[in-house]
């Protein structure tokens, strides 16, 4: 009958096929089904990025991220790329919902290598606790550490010693968007600490518009040619017709089809395969909705109609186990026996929804499962995920992550808080600091949470190291829970310190400045409030501070110390009042670099004994002793480099071109600079004072009109973000060579710079930062014919560094006082 719709065409009345079907009684054209379709549908398009994958992975060592949206044929990818490829391969794989367990996945992957080790450095026993299969192949585990930092970082350099030991051989991991930060810190190491003979791939989802993930966030630290980013994309329609035509067993598939096929699905490999599938084995009608999730939940809902309602409902909680469902909790949650849970399993593979991936059933792809789980009545998929929850709090020990994440869905907040703190504590136990705020963070969002409980949560993800998360989520949680005014005084200081510390980490230098004047006086213990209190001490980064207030804050900040006992404390305000009397032009500041440097106490924490030194080198600079800013850096780069510390690479980096652009090394530096400003996109303070170098040595080398306007667009963009976020040393930088820059063409606009910044640098009380605008001044009154207009910015900079080491300063007020004598 005309119109009649015997289940539908999937993509419209389309014919597959011209040949009649003789043995049908109409006679007319028919389409003919091919053959049903097992495995995986025939790889087609990606020939560039496979070519380049066996490029790299053929000469090793090279890290190669692989990234695209979901269903994008990532894992296709590679799963081709390792068809082929001759050696060893190591591969692993991460779960949505990881435990607390640093390093799980690269573990994984070498826990069955026992076989193919050889001689091992001795730093690799430290795998011995958490590798027991390898424990005979490994050298002993050495004594623990007391810095947790330092422990980390031999875990990495460990982990680095047994990949070393297995090469020649390609390492791939999957799914590193659902990876814990101890792995992506150690890939980040491993970015730039490259293994001889090891080929490290990685697949992640690309990250949503204006987010980012653990992984992404520890590569876009390193520098840009340590790793090879290749962004796959949705299939054209060329090779949407190739499929096609493989897949439907077509010489020549109507464009129609084509263009509706490539409409409807996006492109998407994974729905085009499953779309076609699907045509492969019972035709195509228009769907309502041409969105890719309604195409792939048509598909789906096709593929489950035969099945039985028992089929169904094992498979709805399968979706709801996950990607690889475990048939003996199936069975528990379900109570059935792990027969029938076997068969209904196997029914689901037989109709297409499941796969065998050697290990057992899994869902294809997690759309597919995704799809699966939105079918299942939200009533009934909450009762499974708190059935699910009840049959592994049976187990030993106890998967706290994935109870939090079951008990979370099936809506039991008081289940779900306390298994989410358990599992914080579990990762600060296994100095995972990162991890464990990622689940504090969670119960924040527990409307229900009880007062003390809440209390006791945000002083725990206060001591948590929330710099390591996505500080885009984390910053307004924190500002949540600061507006409370129910909120203790203990753990607003605790909350405050650490919003305070974000802010100025996304170079909101003033705002995250201020939470911490505001944290203050709330926090009680004196090995809290002096650190702090020694922040609050630098100068050099926040306007609207003069310089008696920092040295009154670093007061404060030593008397806490010595109150609280702690030599953590006292050396974190030791290194403070050092950097403080460097920019005063304090020689005192000297004796107490060297006694520092030569204690034991900075010698025993190297990471602290780094990011002292390159502070230190920059006041050096600003003051203008580059023999000793080059001796610091070069200790400083020494630290870095036997800690490993990434996060300290871009400010190594930054501070050797400032001491170059302070040498007149200016050869290919602009280049550097701006490689280096596009590498710190992640380090917001970093990045303001790197564009102000380069914005500056832009100005210096500018020789024709096209220079000189790039150079002052990049000093008044300069100049208009430090005043936003409040740093000063960027803004009077920027400020001095903006006044430079226009001081022959424009001198009355000159003088307004150098004027704005003068009085920006009487606000901080430190006037050797003034020298050069000075001279500005100076040289404008001069040209002016008026040298009496500049005579009392010069007297202001004599008085203000007299009896200061300052050598730049001083040099400066000589060429002032040649132009416009006393």
């Avoid at 802010?503 to 003033?510: M, P, S, T, V």
């Avoid at 001796?631 to 510390?645: H, I, K, P, S």
């Avoid at 490689?675 to 710190?680: C, E, F, G, P, Q």
Wanted: proline share 7%; hydrophobic share 45%; charged share 25%.
């Amino acid at each position: 009958m005309a119109g009649e719709n015997h289940g539908g065409d999937l993509l419209g009345p389309t014919v597959i096929d011209g040949d009649e079907d003789k043995t049908r009684g109409g006679g007319g054209p028919s389409p003919v089904r091919p053959e049903r379709l097992r495995g995986p549908v025939e790889f087609v398009g990606r020939t560039a990025e496979l070519a380049q994958l066996r490029r790299l992975v053929e000469a090793p060592p090279c890290l190669i991220l692989l990234e695209g949206e979901p269903g994008i044929g990532k894992s296709r990818l590679v799963a081709e790329l390792l068809a082929d490829l001759p050696g060893h391969r190591l591969i692993g794989e991460c779960d949505d919902v990881p435990e607390p367990f640093p390093l799980g996945v690269l573990l994984d992957a070498i826990r069955g290598s026992a076989d193919r080790l050889g001689a091992l450095n001795p730093v690799a026993g430290a795998l011995a606790p958490l590798l027991p299969e390898l424990v005979d192949a490994l050298p002993d585990a050495p004594p623990p550490l007391t810095d947790p930092a330092a422990e980390r970082h031999r875990l990495l350099r460990a982990v680095a010693a047994v990949l070393a030991a297995l090469t020649p051989t390609t390492l791939l991991l999957e799914d590193l968007h659902w990876a814990d930060p101890a792995t992506c810190e150690f890939l980040g190491y491993l970015a730039t600490h490259p293994v001889d003979g090891l080929a490290v791939v990685l697949t992640a989802r690309t990250p949503a518009p204006g987010g980012s993930t653990p992984i992404h966030d520890a590569l876009a630290r390193t520098p840009p040619w340590t790793v090879t980013r290749v962004t796959l994309s949705p299939l054209d329609a060329d090779d949407v017709r190739r499929l096609a035509a493989r897949t439907l067993r077509l010489a020549d598939p109507p464009q129609q089809l084509t263009a509706t096929l490539l409409d409807r699905t996006a492109g998407i490999p994974f729905v085009v395969e499953e779309v076609l599938r699907t045509l492969a084995e019972r035709g195509g009608d228009p769907l309502a909705d041409d969105s890719v999730p309604f195409v792939l939940r048509d598909v789906l809902l096709w593929r489950l109609r035969p099945l039985d309602e028992a089929t169904r409902e094992v498979l709805g909680a399968a979706a709801v186990l996950g990607l690889a469902p475990d048939q003996r909790i199936l069975a528990s949650v379900l109570n059935l026996d792990r027969v029938a849970v076997g068969a209904a399993l196997s029914a689901a593979h037989r109709a297409g929804l499941l796969h065998d991936a050697g290990d057992g059933l899994r869902f294809r792809h997690d759309l597919a499962r995704q799809v699966v789980y939105d079918l299942v009545p939200r009533e009934t998929r909450e009762w499974l995920h708190l059935r699910v929850a009840r049959v592994l709090e049976q187990a030993l020990p106890k998967p706290v992550a994935q109870l939090a994440h079951h008990y979370r869905r099936a809506g039991g907040g008081a289940d779900f808080v306390r298994n989410a703190e358990a599992a914080a504590d579990l990762a600060t136990e296994r100095g995972d600091d990162a991890t464990a705020a990622s689940f504090l963070l969670q119960t924040m969002d527990v409307v229900e949470l009880p007062r003390p409980v809440r209390v006791r949560l945000a002083a725990k993800l206060g001591r948590s190291a929330i710099d390591g998360l996505s500080q885009a989520e984390a910053i307004p949680v924190l500002e949540r829970l600061l507006a409370d005014r129910r909120l203790p005084p203990g753990a607003r200081g605790e909350l405050g310190l650490v919003l305070g510390r974000m802010l100025r980490q996304q170079g909101e230098a003033l705002r995250g400045y201020a939470e911490i004047e505001r944290a203050v006086p709330y926090l009680r213990a004196p090995r809290r409030k002096a650190p702090a209190l020694a922040v609050l001490a630098a100068p050099d980064t926040v306007v609207g501070r003069h310089v008696d207030y920092h040295l009154a804050r670093c007061a404060e900040a030593e008397n806490a110390a010595t109150a609280s006992g702690d030599p953590a404390a006292h050396l974190a305000v030791r290194i403070a009042r050092a950097s403080l009397l460097l920019e005063l032009g304090d020689p005192a500041a000297w004796a107490i670099i060297t006694e520092l440097r030569a204690s034991a106490e900075l010698a025993d924490r190297p990471r602290e004994h780094a990011r002292a030194c390159l502070n230190w080198a920059q006041g050096a600079l600003h003051a203008g002793h580059p023999e000793q800013a080059e001796a610091l850096l070069a200790a400083g780069r020494t630290l870095v480099d036997e800690t490993g510390y990434e996060r300290l690479t871009a400010l190594v980096e930054a501070t050797e071109l400032s001491l170059d652009r302070a040498a007149g090394r200016l050869d290919g530096l602009a280049e550097r600079l701006s490689r280096l400003v596009a590498t710190a996109a992640r380090m917001p303070v970093t990045l303001l004072d790197t564009r102000a170098e380069l914005a500056t040595v832009l100005a210096r080398t500018a020789a024709d009109g096209d220079h000189v306007e790039s150079a002052e667009r990049e000093l008044r963009d300069v100049v208009a973000d430090a005043r936003r976020v409040g740093a000063i040393w960027p803004l009077v930088q920027a400020l001095s060579a903006l006044a430079r820059l226009t001081l022959a063409e424009r001198p009355d606009e000159a003088v307004r710079h150098a004027t704005d910044a003068l009085i920006l640098v009487r606000g901080k009380g430190i006037l050797a930062w003034a020298a050069d605008v000075v001279l500005v001044l100076a040289e404008a009154a001069v040209a002016a014919g008026e040298p009496a207009r500049a005579a009392d910015a010069v007297a202001e900079l004599e008085a203000g560094i007299a009896g200061r080491d300052a050598p730049l300063a001083l040099a400066a007020l000589r060429r002032c006082r040649e132009l416009v004598p006393a």
